[in-house]
């Protein structure tokens, strides 16, 4: 058991790496918070790679927990369903909730991380350093080796917290130890991100939604800024003909944009810089197994179980990890050697629900969205949601508007379309029987 007297160490000043400094520092510890990067509220933001976050329930739940709720959601805009473009027609909506009322919130994730950063460093017993890039680690110890500007510097800590993402180099430090197994599953998709400036100082599209173009190989989102721009990611594959490295010329690349997506042509003036300018990031789920070792290192986010974007839902898993360590420790009366294993036992299953979620969910976006068949089964599952309020809710519901652990959604969904599947094949037997009927007495 650690004492308020030990020092706890956070790898990793990110989302989940600054909320867990938060929650530790509300539970007496002092914190060391260590990131490879400057200080992210004065260094220049990395071109291309901010894609915002879809912040919802799980994620807000966290930051109710330490009181920042308020000043995150102060700059959040509400996305209460997808606007569908096709190639050729009019945009479609379809809204995430039965009512109609609930929304996923498009937040910055550069602002995000900034408020959590300020909130970790207001906080007594906290420290914070930065450009200390881990290059060491003893797991039997917990001494801890870092890359800084004025060279190599050691240092120990009662626990070390892998918090940095899904290059943890904490996870690949307990790999070289040979403690700890892990599978990178890449997917043959990468995105660019590109923008959609204000149009005469308002939003060019409709704030209110998550604006998808659904195109089958390929697929662009669109989620808005509080500056009225749209933050555009277009998802292709990185290899093959139709592909990234297809196109080379700016007359290559503004004729396929006119091509595939032909209403962004006027909306977007940077396209084509944006296009030749801005990285391909890759897109991957990232398993590893155990989550701790001995009590005295764990994993947490997407150090432990990165996702596939494609739920929205890789921050707030990740702020669920933060808010079920911090119950595992109450329950363990802050025996870290029995609140770790019992953390990875909790959200091991709850991380590959999500992660396999989110993958098929990728294929509902790219695929499905545009199409009649699955917009009329929308239609029917909201219908049914308002016929059957809390006894029949949707998936997407149960991911982004509750706390339902992940496991648990899967398994009552299925449960659900079984039902829905006896409803429907009944419907389906009576229908049969009154036609059959009504033929008989013709022919009596």
Request: aromatic share 6%; hydrophobic share 40%; net charge neutral.
């Amino acid at each position: 058991m650690t004492t308020e007297h030990e020092e706890i160490a956070v790898v990793g000043a990110g989302l989940a790496g600054c909320l867990t400094a938060c929650f530790l520092a509300r539970r007496g510890y002092r914190v060391a918070l260590y990131e490879r990067r400057p200080d992210p509220r004065t260094g220049r933001i990395e071109r291309g790679r901010s894609i915002n976050l879809a912040l919802s329930e799980r994620g807000l739940d966290a930051l109710r927990r330490i009181g920042l709720d308020e000043q995150v959601m102060a700059d959040a805009l509400p996305m209460r369903g997808r606007m569908i473009h096709p190639v050729a027609g009019e945009p479609q909506f379809q809204s995430y909730s039965a009512s109609g009322d609930r929304a996923i919130n498009s937040i910055s994730r550069g602002a995000l991380n900034n408020a959590l950063l300020d909130a970790a460093s207001a906080l007594p017993g906290v420290r914070i350093a930065f450009d200390h890039r881990l290059v060491g680690l003893d797991p039997a110890t917990g001494e801890m080796t870092f890359e800084t500007p004025q060279g190599k510097v050691t240092e120990t800590a009662a626990v070390v917290l892998g918090a940095d993402g899904a290059g943890s180099a904490v996870r690949g430090q307990l790999v070289g130890h040979g403690l700890l197994t892990e599978s990178l599953d890449f997917l043959d998709y990468g995105y660019k991100e590109l923008t959609i400036p204000p149009l005469g100082g308002d939003f060019a599209l409709d704030p209110d939604a998550l604006h998808i173009w659904p195109r089958g190989t390929s697929m662009m989102i669109a989620l808005p800024n509080p500056d009225r721009s749209f933050t555009c990611t277009l998802f292709w594959p990185t290899h093959g003909t139709a592909a990234f490295a297809s196109l080379g010329s700016p007359a290559a690349i503004e004729r396929h944009f006119a091509e595939h997506y032909p209403d962004l042509i006027p909306l977007a003036p940077n396209l084509v810089d944006d296009y030749q300018h801005n990285p391909v990031g890759v897109l991957g789920t990232v398993r590893s197994t155990p989550w701790q070792v001995d009590g005295r290192v764990g994993l947490l986010g997407d150090a432990a179980h990165a996702i596939v974007p494609f739920y929205g839902q890789g921050a707030n898993c990740a702020f669920e990890d933060v808010v079920e360590l911090d119950r595992c420790l109450d329950e363990c009366a802050d025996d870290w050697a029995a609140a770790l294993p019992l953390f990875q036992q909790r959200r091991q299953g709850n991380a590959e629900a999500i992660a396999r979620m989110a993958l098929t969910n990728f294929v509902e976006m790219r695929d499905k969205v545009a199409s009649p068949l699955f917009q009329a089964r929308k239609r029917v599952e909201h219908a049914l949601e308002r016929a059957l309020p809390g006894r029949y809710v949707s998936q997407y519901e149960l991911v982004s508007f509750s706390t339902t652990p992940y496991a648990e959604v899967r398994r009552r969904v299925r449960r659900q379309h079984r039902l829905l599947g006896v409803v429907v094949a009944g419907a389906a037997a009576l229908v049969a029987g009154a036609v059959g009927a009504a033929v008989r007495g013709r022919r009596r």
